[in-house]
């Protein structure tokens, strides 16, 4: 049966990175749609009405929005190269670390980056708490995943190179103080293992996008 | 299922999370032992069970321990396979994920929103709520629970939400959910809310109430202080 598979992302979201990696990973074919977030075409509008972003997977004709939950459907509709372990405790752990990245983890990142003052020296305090509890994850193995990269490692992803970046542009140190030996060695790894290591998007436009975009948080917080 | 210690659920007794759990395991009929939790006063059994958040839910199955109310329900939904909450076709499982996410992620600040801030703030966040509020109606694709003709992921993932709104409002006196406006909605919550296992579960309302207007008049000297 003939199937079609699009993605709309674009060139940066490291939340449609994870999908282009999940894709890559089971050897899906997909088409890529590009989409200009300044400028959002109507087909994006028109198959996620609710949240207009990206990214979309559309299967069929038929779209599915929020990545974590695409990695999720992508699992369960292609089995080959399976990205969840099959156990449903081990499965439950891995979706509640998957949220911690989303809801603690990266805000407390972009926090630590973007505010200043007081309120960034919280913001650091809590991204080392928070990397503390991802090293600890890491003991014994040398993916998320285990021997091979899975959801975890997936989700946790978008950190093996944007921590970098982020380190860079805020003159911050956040894993390149050494603290954190399991999780820099994973973030090497990972970045050097084939399938994600073609998809990273350019690093010299990364930084110019985020440099523009602490810049503009910067220039908002100072006082007039 | 024999062996090991069973099933715990470490819960308060207002938690919305910790009742969508319940709601989870009632539903199923699967036999767990309540551990109602002082929230001032964290047992090191909480502490031990979810070190990185320190909350409740925590669902301890043969002695492992979950967190996160959504994550528990579908690890629920997994073990036990009776009465099934989330639908079979990978499509309408993910569609279920979104809007119990929507659900969370949206509907619930902004209704938090309206009953805790004051002036401009408040009449923002409820503008917001009721948008928010409206796009989850489309979710219901006219159909009488979010989970066709029973009870599934996202109507135990949003009844509480229901409930909760409504006793505020009437302590605010603000509508968010408008028969006018949303009535496939307000059809739904009442279904939802009378529906056997629901309805048994809940928390007395009078205490519910009372415990509901503590929080908003904390919040609200708090928003009165900034």
Request: glycine share 6%; charged share 25%; hydrophobic share 40%.
């Amino acid at each position: 049966m003939a199937e079609e598979v699009k993605l709309f992302r674009n060139w940066s979201s490291p939340f449609a990175l994870r999908i282009v990696w999940a894709l890559k990973l089971k050897g899906i074919e997909y088409e890529t749609i590009l989409e200009d977030l300044q400028n959002k075409s109507s087909l994006l509008l028109q198959y996620n009405p609710v949240h207009k972003k990206v990214p979309v997977l559309l299967h069929n004709g038929k779209p599915i929005l929020e990545s974590l939950v695409i990695l999720e459907y992508i699992e369960e509709t292609w089995k080959q190269h399976p990205l969840l372990p099959e156990d449903p405790f081990e499965k439950a752990t891995a979706r509640f670390w998957a949220r911690f990245n989303d809801e603690e983890l990266l805000p407390s990142i972009r926090d630590a980056s973007t505010k200043q003052g007081k309120e960034q020296e919280e913001a650091i305090v809590q991204v080392e708490e928070n990397l503390k509890y991802v090293e600890e994850k890491l003991k014994g193995n040398v993916f998320f995943g285990g021997e091979t990269i899975g959801y975890l490692d997936l989700a946790f992803g978008w950190l093996a190179n944007l921590v970098s970046v982020l380190e860079e542009v805020t003159g911050l140190s956040l894993t390149a103080s050494g603290k954190f030996p399991l999780l820099s060695a994973w973030m090497q790894n990972f970045s050097d293992a084939p399938v994600i290591k073609e998809c990273w998007p350019p690093r010299d436009k990364l930084i110019i996008k985020y440099q523009a975009m602490i810049e503009k948080y910067t220039a908002v917080a100072a006082p007039k | 299922m024999a062996g090991g210690d069973g099933v715990k659920l470490l819960g308060y007794w207002a938690s919305p999370f910790a009742l969508r759990v319940e709601w989870a395991l009632k539903l199923k009929g699967v036999e767990y032992e309540y551990l109602e939790q002082d929230l001032q006063n964290k047992s090191p059994l909480l502490l031990q069970y979810n070190p990185v958040h320190k909350k409740i839910p925590v669902l301890v199955h043969d002695g492992k321990p979950l967190a996160e109310s959504l994550v528990i329900i579908e690890y629920i939904d997994e073990t036990w396979k009776q009465f099934p909450l989330l639908p079979q076709d990978p499509h309408e499982k993910a569609k279920a994920r979104f809007w119990a996410k929507f659900a969370d992620e949206k509907c619930v600040p902004a209704i938090l929103g309206t009953f805790t801030k004051v002036g401009e703030e408040k009449r923002k966040a409820a503008n917001e709520a009721r948008e928010n509020l409206k796009t989850l109606e489309s979710g219901l694709e006219g159909k009488r629970f979010f989970g066709g003709e029973t009870i599934g992921f996202v109507d135990i993932a949003a009844a509480w939400l229901g409930c909760w709104t409504r006793i505020a409002g009437e302590i605010v006196d603000v509508k968010l959910i408008d028969e006018e406006t949303m009535p496939e909605l307000c059809a739904w919550l009442e279904n939802v809310l009378e529906a056997p296992i629901i309805k048994d579960c809940m928390p007395p309302q009078d205490k519910l109430l009372e415990h509901i207007k503590g929080g908003i008049h904390k919040m609200l000297m708090a928003a009165a202080s900034t």
